[in-house]
């Protein structure tokens, strides 16, 4: 099954912190993924990275059409935590 993600918020240095709706909280590191095509723009452009945005089915980051990530990767990958960072 793939976890949905119900909240999430761009943090400092290109992470992002999600809350799944199994109850699952993360920090995940963004900057691994901006060695690949495309993902650089994040750090390029001004104020992209603090543009993402969830698609309708809740099981997608995305920032542009070329630059998404899956809920499953940051699920997997992001780093668990107690609770979300409150920007």
């Known amino acids: 099954m793939i976890q949905r993600i119900i909240k999430l918020v761009p943090l400092p ?8 709706d199994d109850g699952r909280k993360v920090i995940y590191d963004v900057k691994d993924d901006m060695k690949l095509p495309g993902y650089q723009l994040l750090a390029e452009v001004p104020g992209l990275f603090q543009q993402v945005q969830l ?3 809740r099981t997608c980051v995305f920032w542009s059409d070329e630059i998404d990530l899956p809920s499953h990767a940051v699920y997997e990958y992001g780093k668990p935590v107690e609770e979300l960072p409150v920007i």
């Open 55 to 57: 698609d309708e089915s």
């Open 13 to 20: 240095d290109y992470q992002l912190a999600a809350a799944f």
